[in-house]
Each structure stands twice: as C-alpha cells, then as structure tokens.
C-alpha cells in the first residue's frame, strides 16, 4: 500500500502523538526529530538522530511504537529505528560504535549545582583532553545523584570531539561478567584486546569489585595498561576507594591517584531546576508552584524526583486536567504513601506461589516445565518492578540464577503483558495481592 508522501507525514504524527499519550514516562521532546524513512503499511521505518536515540526508543518504546502505529492504521506494524535524518539518501549521521548512550544523559541535561559542581567541572576537563587532566577520574555519591548520567556526558562529548575515538563504557557488572565469559570460553586474549587498547575506559559503580578477587586482579592489569599508555579512565561508586569494602591496597591507591569528587544530595534550589530541566526535556510545561512542590517532597534521590513528574503527568494524561498544583498534590499522595510500604522479593514469592499453586522449592529448583517456568519469570518480573533489588539479587532469591537470565524473563513478561490483555489483568492483580500483604 503506498501512500502520498503529505499522508505518511500526517499519519506518523499522528502515531507519535500517540505514543507520547501512552508512555509518558518515556515521552521526550526530541521525538519532534524523529522522520519516517519508509511506510509501507505493514512495516514503518523511523528514521532518529542518532545512535543513543535508536538505543533508547529499542530499549523502551518499541511496544508503545508498534501499539501505537497498529491504532493509527488499524493494522500490525511492525516498528524500526535506525539512524538516518529525513532527506532522502541522506547518510546516517553517526557510525555504530558499540557504546550504548542515553540520549538525555548529556552535560547540556545536567544541572550544576554547589552539590555537584566539582564532579561536572572534572567531567568536562576530562572530556576535553581525555588522559591529560584527572586520570583516573573517580565520581562518588549515593545512588540517583547523577553518576551514570556523568559518565555518559563524558562519552558523548568525547565522542563529538573525536568520533573515531575507542571508548568503552559499561557497568562494573558487566565488566566481571564479561571477564568470567572470557574464562570459560577462553577467549582472554580478545577479552584484553577489548579494554586495554581503549581511548577511554569508563566504569560504573566499582563498589561492585568487592570480594571479587580475580576481578579485581584483571582489572588491576587493565588499570595498569591504560594508565601506563596515558589513556583515560573515569569511574564511579556509591563510597569512595578507601571504603569499598575488601578492595585491594594496591588497587584502592591507584583509585586515589587522579582526582576524586563526591556528589551530595542537591539543594532546594538545584532540585528545583532539576524538576524544570526534567519537563522541559519530555516537552511538558510546569508552573513554579509545582515545580517547589516536587522539590519540596522528594529530596534525597533524583531519580525520584522523575518519578514524581511522570506520576503527576500519568495522572494529568488519565483524567484529562490540567496540571495544577492540586492534581500534583493528589497525584503524590498515592505515591509516597505506596512508597511507605516497602515490597520485599519474599512477598512477591508468597503471592506468587499461593496464585499459581506451586512451591517455592520448585521456583528455585532447575525445573523447566511451563508450570513453573511461567510463575518463576512472573516473580523476577514483579521483583524488578516492585523492588529495588538488582537482577543478580533476584537471580540469587531464584534458585541462583544469572542476571541475563533474570533479564530475559523480565523483557520476555514485559512483551506477553503488552501484547495479551490477560496477562496485563494477571500482572495487575498480583500487584495489587503484593501491596496489600506488605505491612506498611
Ligand atoms: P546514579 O548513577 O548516581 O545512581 P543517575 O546518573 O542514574 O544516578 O541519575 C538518576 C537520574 O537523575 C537520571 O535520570 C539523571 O538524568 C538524573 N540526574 C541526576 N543528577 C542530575 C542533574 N544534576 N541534572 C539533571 N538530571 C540529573
Ligand atoms: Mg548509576
């Protein structure tokens, strides 16, 4: 089916505005950027700016794309993104380097504040002339202070500058994970290739080396091989070298080598901008009185600080009213009140084994019948949504099982709920059971 070209534009639209509606958590200004590349009716091709903005619609907006293209046309669709601009035969504007970005992780999203001011400074210089200023560059801070978003701005601008530029970023999980595949496949030869002949070597809460010992032993030679070759590390964790729990002397003195910054909890007013920074990316306007409000309620984490402005938007979206202060109030008070009660993995599983009839023993046992496949995947998924616990920790709860095994379960419930209205009420219902059971 071929359409004139004016109809494709206004039908895409049409599906953005929808995907928008539907996800807002998800909704980004940028989507203005996003061009239809090729639409035959059964497959649409959404052509993105760049690289990190293809990994982040894969990652999280490919279900609300297709639901909302299959709305709009009335039929399947099947959605892709790649990088590529709206002129025709335009070439792509970013090569595929590997390193996965997110888009809103840049400095320009960032705000400065006296809580954070000497981690973004040493930020930039770092990214400046990589290898030349701090090395190793060391952020620490609790969690949601802005650390990841940080090493990502790094790896953007470094890249900007310089696109052939070798850089690798990943979690310290992925590092060790990486490093026991190597192991076992016996491929550790290519595994030092990967991380010794980098540019720029950036690591993601470290504090995950601890008790690790040959980890910390390979990364140690890693470590060595950079820094000897004047090439950039930066790193970051939730304490600061010296109080990451059993890590080697040697290794913690080679931390403290460079610059190490801390990041503390922002201000009032650093959270405030944060707040405005936060809607102005997703394309939503916000009044002063409650931007203070968000502020006022969430001050340790700025992750939370998100959430609360996706909550009040949900709800605004749902009930089709403006975003006052009153609707934010109303909004909050559901969540910090759920918020209270605190979910535990053994709830889940409680729920979860009392729904479906099984035991925990089997959950955790190697049994791989649909009977109990199915009930184990919906408990690692309930616990990644329901709990803070990391993939690892839900795997361990699980029978020991690994974080990619973890992962996949998730992704794989996360699409039967898209795609099946009954799994979508089974989730909602389990969830429901959960909250209710957990003392407040
Ligand atoms: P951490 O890695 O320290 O746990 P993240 O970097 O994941 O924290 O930050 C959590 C969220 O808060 C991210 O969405 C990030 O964009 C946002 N954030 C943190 N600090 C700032 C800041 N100074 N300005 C804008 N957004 C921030
Ligand atoms: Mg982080």
Redesign the pocket.
């Known amino acids: 089916m071929a359409l004139p070209g004016q109809d494709v534009e206004h039908i895409f639209a049409e599906i953005v505005e929808r995907a928008r509606a539907m996800d807002p958590a998800n909704a980004r200004k940028w989507f203005d950027q996003l061009a239809v590349l090729h639409f035959d009716g059964g497959s649409i091709r959404i052509g993105c700016p760049d690289e990190a903005n293809v990994h982040f619609l894969d990652q999280n907006s490919r279900s609300t794309f297709t639901r909302a293209a299959q709305q709009v046309t009335g039929h399947l669709v099947t959605v892709e993104f790649i990088v590529g601009g709206a002129e025709p035969g335009a070439a792509p504007h970013d090569i595929e380097s590997g390193l996965s970005l997110h888009p809103?992780?840049t400095f320009e999203?960032?705000?400065?504040g006296p809580s954070?001011r000497l981690a973004h400074a040493s930020c930039v210089a770092v990214s400046q002339s990589p290898g030349q200023t701090y090395n190793p560059l060391f952020l620490y801070?609790s969690?949601?202070?802005?650390?990841?978003?940080l090493l990502h701005a790094v790896c953007h601008d470094v890249r900007r500058r310089n696109r052939g530029a070798a850089i690798q970023l990943l979690s310290c999980e992925d590092f060790v994970n990486r490093f026991i595949r190597a192991i076992e496949q016996g491929t550790i030869s290519s595994f030092h290739n990967q991380f010794r002949t980098v540019d720029a070597l950036v690591i993601d809460d470290v504090q995950f080396l601890r008790e690790r010992e040959q980890s910390q032993e390979e990364f140690f030679h890693t470590f060595n091989a950079l820094y000897n070759n004047g090439k950039q590390i930066i790193l970051?964790a939730d304490s600061p070298p010296a109080e990451i729990p059993s890590l080697e002397a040697r290794l913690t003195s080679r931390l403290n080598w460079g610059l190490v910054a801390r990041i503390d909890p922002?201000s009032y007013e650093t959270r405030i901008a944060?707040v405005q920074?936060?809607a102005h990316l997703r394309g939503l306007s916000i009044s002063d009185d409650v931007a203070e409000y968000i502020a006022r309620q969430v001050q340790a984490n700025?992750?939370e600080l998100?959430g609360a402005l996706t909550t009040i938007y949900a709800l605004a979206t749902t009930t089709g009213e403006p975003v006052t202060l009153e609707l934010a109030q109303r909004a909050l008070e559901g969540q910090i009140r759920l918020a209270a009660r605190r979910v535990t993995i053994t709830d889940i599983i409680d729920v979860v084994t009392r729904h479906f009839d099984v035991r925990i023993t089997d959950l955790q046992s190697k049994r791989r019948s649909q009977s109990v496949t199915m009930p184990r995947q919906v408990c690692m998924y309930l616990a990644r949504q329901m709990t803070r616990h990391s993939l690892e920790e839900i795997g361990g709860h699980l029978g020991g099982r690994d974080h990619t095994t973890v992962m996949h379960a998730c992704n794989k419930i996360a699409e039967e709920k898209d795609a099946d209205p009954k799994m979508q009420a089974l989730l909602t219902e389990l969830s429901k059971q959960i909250t209710l059971s957990s003392p407040m």
């Open positions: 809103d992780y999203n960032f705000v400065v954070n801070g969690a949601g202070l802005g650390k990841t978003h970051s922002p944060i920074n936060k700025i992750r998100e």
